[in-house]
């Protein structure tokens, strides 16, 4: 509990966010529980190419951190599942001990809090709802392999090259077909990746109409900051409720009412 907080105090997190990326803040204030709040950081970098830009947000981490001064936020998440995939797991990992010895707070990273979601999902084998492009395709497979996955299938949207964000601009009309699709890959379970991809309609439909059960790394992200722990020691007793929109769904409907 977080005291002295009129708006907050249940909890308080913070975020760290790429530059530009215009899904995460939407899609936390929906899925954050009843009394939660949030602080954002934005990663920033002026490298040229996506990939590199990712690289760079992991350098900037610790010190983008600061920008909570001492605000009272009891967990830190880095909303940045590709930069997981280009520094590997053993680099990522020191990262977040070095960055939890710092401020005193669990830091958890997109992707890890992901695997966590697989691993309380009992997944195994793997399909991977991919809205990235190809170079970062391919280190996606070594990443979740190193983490004991077996990655059976990928698919995903068109890249929308003719909007301001190749990946930011993506509807979830197509992530939920891609979502479909993937859903007959016999595969355990569907991994929507990245956190600028809109994901929330579709894994909500897919429930309903039951497809393979699926994660998104913000839904998972979500799901790990609200317990304020290291991402080793989370806890997979509710992420079925979280799965199927028990807390958030009426919300997100509320904040971002379906088109007519």
Known sequence: MTAG??????GLMGVLTPQANTTVEPEFWALMPPGWSMLTARLMSDKPSIAERLVDYTERYSDTCLEFANAPVEVIAAACTGASYLIGRPAEEALVTRIEARFE?????????????????????????????EDLNRAS?????????????????????????????????????????????????????????????????????????????????????????????????????????????DRLEALFPTKA
């Open 5 to 10: 907080l009129e708006y907050g105090a249940a």
């Open 105 to 133: 707070v669990p830091f958890i990273t997109a992707a890890l809090a992901s695997v966590m979601a697989l691993r309380a999902l009992g997944a195994e084998k793997i399909a991977l709802l991919s809205p990235y492009p």
């Open 141 to 249: 497979t070594p990443y979740w392999e190193a983490h004991g996955f077996s990655v059976v299938a990928k698919a995903g949207p068109m890249l929308e090259e003719g909007a301001f964000h190749p990946i930011y601009a993506m509807g979830g009309e197509a992530v939920y077909r891609s979502y479909a699709h993937l859903s007959d890959s016999g595969a355990d379970a569907v991994l929507m990746l990245g956190t600028g991809m809109a994901t929330l309609r579709p894994l909500l439909r897919g429930a309903a109409e039951g497809l393979l059960p699926a994660v998104s790394c913000n839904l998972a992200m979500a799901w790990a900051a609200a317990q304020r722990r290291r991402w080793e020691d989370l806890s997979p007793d509710d992420l079925e409720a979280w799965r199927m929109g028990a807390h958030w769904a």
